[in-house]
């Protein structure tokens, strides 16, 4: 079984601010694939990075960040300086890549709001 | 490149109807998911296709739910007789496995209320 935990339900931060987005998730494989997606509030599901298990590096595009922690089964993501823009709800997903298996699971989300 | 298409973006209709969801994904793209969202519910994946065969159809709810994908650039998801608990937000992804590793990108969706 697999599981994407996203514990966090509701975060608000001042704009300017840095914010941290948790997702840990649970898998009996040894290889998998983790996403973040955003969902702003027009609606749609916007793709914003994936990552392979035996790929522990961190990434950054932009004011984004990833740490990824296989020791903590954790993937977080970091928005530097927090935009308006950035108000959004974001999904962790996982992909574990069992033959056949093509499904993500989702976490439930974070609602992030920027306030002005 | 256009993304993936969805039709219509916002649908009203009466208890018993029968409502028909349509989505052209991603030119090239060999996988396609249809995924339902609700507030009590979050995401749920209902059903997908590759290469135009459906592989899982756990998550379809019931036999209300039935989805088809006639040819690579189209598929439909049809509710009949429709039920006020259909409401929700239907999202049609697309994906193209190359070798292990791929993401879904996905349409608009289409806002359901059934009254």
């Known amino acids: 079984a697999q599981k994407v935990t996203q514990a966090q339900t509701e975060i608000s931060v001042v704009e300017k601010e840095d914010v941290t987005l948790d997702c840990v998730y649970e898998?009996?494989?040894?290889?998998?694939?983790l996403f973040w997606y955003k969902q702003p509030p027009s609606g749609e599901l916007v793709f914003l990075i994936r990552?392979?298990?035996?790929?522990?590096q961190n990434e950054i595009s932009g004011r984004y960040s990833w740490n990824f922690q296989k020791s903590t089964s954790s993937f977080n993501f970091t928005i530097t300086a927090s935009q308006v823009v950035d108000s959004a709800v974001y999904f962790c997903?996982?992909?574990?890549?069992?033959?056949?298996?093509?499904?993500?699971?989702f976490g439930t989300g974070t609602r992030l709001t920027i306030i002005p | 490149d256009a993304g993936v298409i969805q039709s219509p973006r916002h649908e009203v209709t009466e208890m018993g109807q029968e409502v028909t969801l349509r989505c052209k994904p991603i030119?090239?793209?060999?996988?396609l998911f249809w995924y339902r969202q609700t507030m009590m519910r979050g995401l749920e994946l209902l059903i997908y296709?590759?290469?135009?065969?459906?592989?899982?159809d756990s998550g379809m709810p019931e036999d209300r739910f039935s989805a088809k994908m006639p040819n690579a650039s189209f598929s439909t998801l049809k509710i009949q007789p429709s039920e006020p608990r259909d409401s929700a937000v239907y999202f049609c992804?697309?994906?193209?496995?190359?070798?292990?590793?791929?993401?879904?990108?996905f349409g608009p969706g289409t806002r359901l209320t059934v009254t």
């Open positions: 030119s090239g793209h060999d996988y």
């Open positions: 992804a697309s994906s193209l496995l190359k070798g292990v590793v791929y993401e879904q990108y």
């Open positions: 990552r392979n298990s035996f790929d522990e």
């Open positions: 997903a996982l992909r574990s890549p069992n033959f056949g298996n093509e499904k993500l699971t």
């Open positions: 296709f590759n290469n135009n065969v459906p592989i899982d």
């Open positions: 898998t009996r494989d040894t290889t998998y694939y």
